[in-house]
């Protein structure tokens, strides 16, 4: 079996403030990524979710400190030289971000801005030539009008069409990997319908790796073929869309799926009672106990490691697939 | 809502005004008066030879005369025609002012940029100088550098330049430190951008706003601070039709009033106007000062 195209290993991130405390935003996280497959990333705010992906491509602020692996085709990112990774940002991964109007530079017209992401990375390319490809670009994420689209500038399209154009735009350079962070947050529930569409068919088209970080599992769903959960800045659980769904083995996983509003529903939504911990003072034990419905005193004291839990690996002392598998109807 | 039964030539869009013309028209009356003096002066810079003035250098009339139709605003000690002179005494001040404000933003959007972008050491360095420079009184120091120099339009113009540079390196500092953090930014860098380029696409061309607003007050200023080191005799030489030196003429004869009235009323004009004009454009983009 050949390498996957993202392989994180023990990724930690350690973040130090002014007066010297310490918070680990990151506490080992083992995660992998394939050509062709869409991984989503599920967690609160604050779970590192983002942070993990900032981290190999160096672009947390200069505080943080990173070690572990986090390996793309092979070649060891954390630690590599500055001219090295830009020439791997924008190029071999590209990025969308979640909300398409601050990520576009406001003075720049569409098409220029799209052409000079082209440019970065291609010297011999002609400016019109460029300007030629953010059309096709903009083909590709059903813009209509790409000719006329690509003189205007971002404050001059819609919300979902914003997002397109984000899309074309991590694409431009034809990366192996896009790293999509929270892409429908800021658009209402149709327009996010259709932009998961679009990059489910991108995938399929371009047989990129997708990892499609969100705190909404509805939205990775319907997309993802791995679902990784994070909480406290671990992995909780990861495995198959299917299996993390129908037969969830951690608490946490469960309680997400709990607070789902489903089209039938007609019972209260289940919430999670109480709040993530602070990074600056984690409990000793696992970080959901306190949280947790099911914890156990050695919940509090130990804890637990990602191992196999029936279908999916999860970190949890008593995974539900072991004990009550009531919520996973 | 269009009526449908409206004339196509109705319907059709009027051809827009440019981004300029749309400014001029959002301004406050005031700014617009401002700008109006500021364009007369400007013109007058430029055509001032060729008008059918009394030469500004010459004994044109006997001394000391009080305004009359042949002399509007009188001659003075030297029997020179001092409406020639105001009007001549133009072409020193206002490219002056337009030099030494372009160099004080250029040296100081430069510096404040890189320090606000990059911070660490160069930031340190950079502010610190601001901080030296900007201890001392302005005109104390335009003085102290301009006499180190010696008197001269050239050295008083430097010395200028030293004093006002510090301003607009602070703006620009700001500026970009706020602009930095935006999303746009790190989408740049995620896309794969240098720092330099960075800066130059992603975050210049957005902190431009207050340095153009400061940059068209300060005008009037150097102005007034040009025509300040000429009054002390740091600044023109005699017999440069020079307003701050024709003013310190005029001081000492207080009853000749008319020779220290024409260069008086030409400073406070541009002064005033500049003034007007920059508080329209920062009604106009500053939103944080309303």
């Given at each position: 079996m050949t390498a996957p195209l993202l392989e994180m290993t023990d990724l930690r991130i350690e973040f130090t403030d002014a007066d010297g405390n310490r918070a680990e935003a990151l506490r080992g996280v083992d995660l992998s990524v394939d050509s062709g497959e869409v991984l989503g990333i599920v967690g609160e705010s604050g779970s590192?979710?983002?942070?993990?992906?900032?981290?190999?491509?160096?672009?947390?602020?200069?505080?943080?400190?990173?070690?572990?692996?986090?390996?793309?085709?092979?070649?060891?990112?954390?630690?590599?030289?500055?001219?090295?990774?830009?020439?791997?940002?924008?190029?071999?991964?590209?990025?969308?971000?979640?909300?398409?109007?601050?990520?576009?530079?406001?003075?720049?017209?569409?098409?220029?801005?799209?052409?000079?992401?082209?440019?970065?990375?291609?010297?011999s390319m002609s400016r019109r030539t460029a300007l030629k490809e953010v059309e096709r670009l903009f083909e590709l994420v059903a813009i209509p009008q790409p000719a006329k689209r690509i003189r205007q500038y971002p404050h001059e399209f819609s919300g979902g069409m914003r997002q397109r154009a984000m899309i074309a735009m991590a694409l431009a350079n034809r990366p192996e990997l896009v790293i999509a962070d929270e892409p429908t947050t800021a658009l209402d529930v149709t327009v996010q319908a259709q932009i998961l569409d679009l990059l489910g068919d991108l995938r399929k088209e371009l047989g990129i790796g997708l990892v499609m970080i969100t705190h909404d599992l509805g939205v990775v769903a319907g997309i993802a073929d791995r679902i990784a959960v994070m909480y406290g800045g671990r992995i909780v659980e990861r495995g198959p869309t299917d299996p993390l769904f129908y037969n969830t083995a951690h608490p946490y996983t469960a309680g997400l799926i709990g607070a789902v509003p489903t089209l039938d529903g007609t019972g209260a939504l289940r919430q999670i009672e109480g709040t993530p911990p602070s990074i600056f003072n984690r409990p000793p034990g696992c970080s959901f106990a306190p949280r947790c419905t099911v914890a156990q005193p050695v919940c509090h004291q130990t804890d637990p490691a990602l191992r196999v839990t029936g279908a999916t690996d999860s970190a949890c002392h008593f995974p539900l697939t072991t004990v009550t598998p009531e919520v996973a109807e | 809502m269009t009526d449908a039964s409206q004339p196509a030539a109705?319907?059709?869009?009027?051809?827009?005004?440019?981004?300029?013309?749309?400014?001029?028209?959002?301004?406050?009356?005031?700014?617009?008066?401002?700008?109006?003096?500021?364009?007369?002066?400007?013109?007058?810079?430029?055509?001032?030879?060729?008008?059918?003035?009394?030469?500004p250098l010459q004994m044109v009339g006997r001394r000391l005369q009080p305004p009359s139709m042949d002399h509007w605003l009188g001659t003075d000690a030297l029997g020179r025609d001092?409406?020639?002179?105001?009007?001549?005494?133009?072409?020193?001040?206002?490219?002056?002012?337009?030099?030494?404000?372009?160099?004080a933003v250029a040296i100081g959007s430069f510096l404040g940029a890189i320090s606000g972008f990059f911070g660490g050491w160069w930031d340190t360095i950079i502010m610190r100088l601001v901080d030296v420079t900007v201890a001392f009184p302005p005109i104390l120091l335009a003085?102290?550098?301009?006499?180190?120099?010696?008197?001269?339009?050239?050295?008083?113009?430097?010395?200028?330049?030293?004093?006002?540079?510090?301003?607009?390196?602070?703006?620009?500092?700001?500026?970009?430190?706020?602009?930095?953090?935006?999303?746009?930014?790190?989408?740049?860098?995620?896309?794969?951008?240098?720092?330099?380029?960075?800066?130059?696409?992603?975050?210049?061309?957005?902190?431009?706003?207050?340095?153009?607003?400061?940059?068209?007050?300060?005008?009037g200023q150097v102005v007034l601070l040009a025509a300040s080191l000429s009054f002390i005799g740091l600044g023109a030489t005699p017999p440069s039709p020079e307003w701050g030196s024709m003013i310190s003429e005029g001081a000492t004869r207080f009853y000749n009033w008319w020779i220290a009235f024409g260069p008086g009323m030409a400073i406070l004009t541009v002064v005033l106007a500049t003034s007007f004009l920059g508080d329209g454009l920062r009604d106009l983009f500053d939103r944080r000062s309303q």
């Open positions: 590192g979710k983002s942070i993990a992906m900032m981290a190999f491509l160096q672009l947390l602020p200069r505080g943080a400190r990173v070690t572990g692996s986090a390996k793309f085709r092979g070649e060891e990112l954390i630690g590599m030289s500055s001219a090295r990774i830009r020439k791997i940002r924008g190029k071999a991964i590209g990025c969308i971000f979640q909300d398409p109007l601050s990520a576009f530079n406001p003075v720049l017209r569409l098409g220029d801005q799209i052409a000079e992401a082209i440019l970065l990375h291609d010297r | 109705q319907i059709a869009p009027r051809r827009t005004p440019g981004p300029i013309a749309r400014t001029m028209r959002r301004l406050p009356l005031t700014a617009k008066i401002g700008a109006a003096i500021l364009l007369m002066w400007l013109i007058t810079v430029v055509t001032v030879q060729l008008w059918p003035l009394a030469d001092v409406f020639s002179r105001t009007l001549h005494g133009a072409v020193w001040s206002i490219p002056i002012a337009i030099v030494v404000v372009a160099c003085m102290a550098v301009a006499a180190m120099l010696g008197p001269g339009l050239a050295n008083a113009s430097i010395a200028m330049v030293i004093v006002w540079w510090p301003i607009y390196a602070r703006l620009m500092r700001a500026q970009v430190l706020e602009v930095r953090e935006r999303e746009h930014v790190e989408a740049a860098v995620a896309g794969g951008a240098p720092p330099l380029r960075v800066l130059r696409v992603h975050v210049l061309p957005l902190c431009w706003t207050p340095t153009l607003i400061n940059a068209t007050m300060d005008f």
